[in-house]
């Protein structure tokens, strides 16, 4: 009987042993393995390439923080999640390379930028080779899109900044003697002045001069200043980024030399510019798809947003940043995709959707849908800066 009871007694041990042993391993794994599970099944991964650094990080800060925004405001609603991973790249081609290798190394699945032109053409043409999608919310000339089926542009093109700002002109300053001073050396400047000068030929205008510059020579405007003044020129168009515009205007303000100056959106910016007397930008005309001074529901809640996180009121390169992430994100719903999906599988599904008829509402554009190129179907709109505001012209 002890026998039986003793024999009984150590398979019950054996038993409780084995069993809790068992138990024990098998949750710690199934807890371990499903936690896996879900956030690699539960979370798309977004890249981001920007200027965070240097003379352009008006705008790379400012396209992240509108992305983060709208990342935070998706996570928030639960389900599928984003999680935003955002490079430097100094706005220069090869730093913005290695930025997008970086970015594969750590998991992208689609890209957010690059924001300027000159990198994104280099990184385009890394994205084409390997099939990652990417919409850039900035980058308007058509070399970054051209020939890549899996790059397509939020922001209007460079082409048609020229356009509107020399229809504009012809329809309400056709009097006005216009010069243009453009930097030679950047796709940017030079792709929006072509355009500019080209459909300013055909309203009957001509510029009356040209002035040119480069990186380099970015710091004294005095013998172009000097030289539109000698043409009469009360207007000049300025097809730059900020900075050089700033310098124009303070140097023009210098010398006496006050014709209206009118920008693209290269320009937005200045108005925040460290150092810059902002009263030098009083009317002046920009292009821009966004103003912070709009008064609809989605623009105040996102310019209070855009005040808590970065101190600052946004601009338009913040709401293009923000457009970015809910367009993708609306495309990857419609697309059928699912985070779990390689980035290959993700591109192709998304180049079919961007392509077949999709559309978004976002706060730089209504409707917006894009052609088989890549170009979005929106127009600039104009402002003059009043009171440090823009305001509708």
Excluded: H
């Amino acid at each position: 009987m002890k026998k039986w009871i003793s024999l009984l007694l150590a398979v019950c041990m054996l038993f409780t042993l084995v069993a809790c042993g068992g138990s024990g391993d098998k949750d710690t794994a199934d807890d371990t393995d499903t936690s896996g599970e879900t956030a690699d099944a539960g979370t798309y991964v977004f890249g981001g390439i920007g200027p965070l650094t240097g003379e352009a990080a008006i705008y790379g800060n400012a396209v992240k923080n509108g992305a983060q925004i709208a990342v935070d405001e998706i996570n928030a609603l639960g389900g599928v999640q984003i999680e935003l991973k955002f490079q430097d790249d100094v706005a220069d081609g090869e730093t913005a390379v290695n930025a997008y290798n970086k970015l594969l190394d750590d998991g992208m699945q689609v890209l957010v930028g690059p924001v300027t032109t000159g990198s994104a053409i280099a990184v385009s043409a890394k994205l084409y080779e390997d099939r990652v999608f990417g919409l850039t919310p900035s980058a308007s000339s058509p070399d970054v899109t051209s020939g890549k089926d899996n790059m397509f542009q939020l922001c209007f093109t460079d082409p048609n900044q020229g356009v509107a700002a020399a229809d504009y002109i012809a329809e309400n300053r056709a009097d006005s003697t216009v010069a243009v001073i453009y930097r030679n050396d950047d796709a940017y400047s030079q792709g929006i002045r072509d355009a500019f000068v080209a459909e300013l030929k055909a309203n009957g205008m001509e510029a009356a001069y040209e002035g040119t510059f480069t990186k380099d020579t970015a710091t004294d405007f005095s013998v172009q200043l000097t030289a539109a003044q000698s043409a009469g020129a009360d207007l000049v168009f300025l097809p730059i980024y900020y900075q050089p515009a700033s310098v124009i205007l303070s140097q023009a303000d210098a010398m006496g030399y006050a014709p209206t100056f009118f920008g693209v959106d290269g320009m937005d910016g200045i108005l925040t510019l460290e150092g810059f007397d902002t009263s030098l930008a009083e009317g002046v005309t920009v292009q821009s798809p966004f103003s912070a001074d709009a008064t609809d529901d989605a623009t105040v809640s996102f310019v209070e947003k855009y005040v808590a996180l970065a101190g600052e009121t946004p601009n338009q390169f913040a709401a293009d940043g923000y457009d970015c992430v809910y367009a993708l994100y609306n495309a990857l719903n419609e697309a059928g995709c699912t985070p779990d999906m390689s980035a290959e599988d993700i591109c192709e599904a998304l180049v079919a959707t961007f392509t077949g008829g999709f559309s978004v509402d976002g706060l730089t554009g209504s409707n917006m849908t894009w052609s088989a190129n890549g170009e979005v179907s929106k127009a600039p709109n104009i402002y003059v800066i009043t009171d440090g505001k823009y305001v509708a012209a």
